[in-house]
Nanobody, 122 residues
Framework: QLVESGGGSVQAGGSLKLSCVGSGYTLPLHMAWFRRLPGQGREGVAAIAADGRTRYADSVKGRFTIIRDDAKKTVYLQMNDLTPEDTGMYFC????????????????????WGQGTQVTVS
């Protein structure tokens, strides 16, 4: 089970840090953050492998950073320089398989999901 926190309302240019805590024995091999923008489906935002390799959507590169702390069974998403276009519901997800270029942003590849945390940028 994954539980997200840290969402909220912020002005454009501000920052938020999302957290995702896993309740299992260990975090899944590959962890990711997705978001659902208003009127759209879920899209991959960032992912991190067990060895620390990361991937980011082009729209967030240079602004968002994904970090995992396996000792705390927690994955973070540091979001800086937020814009209104970042407004949406953010979800944490885990996958048993390895992180690959073709799978990291695919929702069906991820077996475990959190309930989401809302981010609103005005």
């Amino acid at each position: 089970q994954l539980v997200e926190s840290g969402g909220g309302s912020v002005q454009a240019g501000g920052s938020l840090k999302l957290s995702c805590v896993g309740s299992g024995y260990t975090l899944p091999l590959h962890m990711a953050w997705f978001r659902r923008l208003p009127g759209q489906g879920r899209e991959g935002v960032a992912a991190i492998a067990a060895d620390g390799r990361t991937r980011y959507a082009d729209s967030v590169k240079g602004r968002f950073t994904i970090i995992r702390d396996d000792a705390k069974k927690t994955v973070y998403l540091q979001m800086n320089d937020l814009t209104p276009e970042d407004t949406g519901m953010y979800f944490c997800a885990g996958a048993r398989g390895a992180m690959t270029p073709g799978s990291w942003s695919v929702t069906s590849y991820h077996h475990s999901w959190g309930q989401g945390t809302q981010v609103t940028v005005s």
